[in-house]
């Protein structure tokens, strides 16, 4: 019983993004892009990022950027029209989206691993900080 809830949340997940346009229109790519590069300016100075320690960031930086691209990539590839899709097709496409984002967060989780071990122990605490938040919007989820 279990399974077949979590599949039919999946698959309401899958069609209703579908339906109101969502992998293709909420996050045109201009836009994304330009949060991004915002993020990435905010992040450098609440960091405190030394000139010492920009080799590391730049290369950080260098992978939001580029998972930002991929991300593009990925919903121009396979968020387009939904309306000629069937159900197997839809599911489909948002599963290789679901599967570029997995790769972005493992290529940023390497990345920023790299650049917190060149981070000062106040420059560290900054850092955790700013990743426990959770994103506008996005409910927290509940501690087991």
């Given at each position: ?56 960031w ?23 029209d ?21 790769q ?41």
């Amino acid at each position: 019983m279990r399974i077949k809830s979590s599949l039919f949340m999946v698959a309401a997940l899958a069609l209703g993004m579908s339906a109101s346009g969502a992998w293709a229109a909420a996050d045109a790519p201009a836009g994304r892009q330009a949060r991004v590069e915002a993020r990435i300016s905010d992040m450098y100075a609440t960091l405190h990022i030394t000139k010492a320690q920009d080799a590391e960031w730049n290369a950080f930086a260098q992978v939001m950027l580029d998972n930002a691209q991929a991300m593009d990539a990925a919903v121009k590839q396979y968020g387009g029209d939904r309306d000629k899709l069937s159900a197997p097709e839809i599911i489909g496409d948002y599963a290789e989206i679901a599967a570029q984002h997995a790769q972005n967060v493992a290529r940023l989780a390497a990345a920023v691993s790299m650049l917190y071990a060149d981070l000062s122990p106040e420059q560290k605490k900054l850092a955790d900080e700013m990743f426990r938040q959770r994103p506008s919007g996005k409910a927290a989820s509940a501690k087991p």
